[in-house]
């Protein structure tokens, strides 16, 4: 079955600079990869995806790159603000209904 | 709409306990899901259903049971409870296959 494996597991960046985070998947199948936000205490919120036949997707500060032969897509968010402060989640899924998710990045904003 | 409403929000069970979580959503949606957040970690299917009288395990499913008698409601059955099954459970629905998952609050479970 899918795997998905997520780096690096916290990330701290100056506030204004750009995050990057990695997700690897191992069933070559995957055609759906989304990008959760979930705050502390909070409910996990889509913030971008992506599917399988295309290969980059921008929305304000956040895009998404998506490498097939690879298999691996990056989350990127540019000008990081401190309302960026939260856990991010990746994940990946055929079209058998199920998500596989990654563990999460924890990224934090430094003033 | 309210989306998707999740209780109780919180609860306490001793060993061997059962108890059920409910889970109704008002956008008509056909998709709905458990899952289960253990700290620091991401989220484990643990059933899911594809519509009215459907369900299917995920994951995860040993020690839960589901049903799905309406469109709006998917309540998750936890038997015996066990330490094990201390957790964050959200419940989600979608409109298709693929796309955008629209989660509950969560319900905090802690067996003890």
């Known amino acids: 079955g899918e795997n998905v494996e997520q780096h690096p597991s916290t990330l701290s960046v100056q506030e204004g600079d750009s995050a990057v985070i990695k997700c690897t998947y191992s069933d070559s199948a995957s055609n759906y990869f989304p990008w959760y936000k979930q705050e502390l205490g909070k409910r996990p919120q889509l913030i971008i995806d992506?599917?399988?036949n295309v290969g980059e997707k921008k929305d304000q500060r956040i895009a998404v790159t998506l490498n097939k032969t690879a298999k691996h897509f990056s989350l990127h968010i540019t000008e990081t603000q401190p309302e960026d402060s939260a856990v991010y989640f990746c994940a990946a899924s055929e079209s058998n209904y199920q998500l596989i998710w990654g563990a999460g990045t924890k990224l934090i904003i430094k003033p | 709409n309210a989306g998707v409403t999740q209780t109780p929000k919180f609860r306490i069970l001793k060993i061997g306990q059962s108890m059920t979580l409910q889970c109704a959503q008002d956008?008509?949606?056909?998709?709905m899901y458990w899952y289960r957040q253990d700290p620091g970690m991401g989220l484990k299917l643990i059933y899911y259903?594809?519509?009215?009288?459907?369900?299917d395990k995920g994951e995860v499913p040993n020690g839960y049971n589901v049903s799905r008698s309406t469109t709006e409601d998917f309540p998750l059955r936890l038997e015996l409870a066990a330490p094990s099954q201390t957790s964050v459970y959200f419940c989600a629905s979608s409109l298709g296959v693929t796309g955008e998952l629209f989660f509950g609050e969560g319900s905090r479970l802690t067996v003890l």
């Open positions: 992506i599917r399988s």
């Open positions: 956008m008509n949606h056909n998709y």
């Open positions: 259903s594809v519509g009215a009288g459907i369900t």
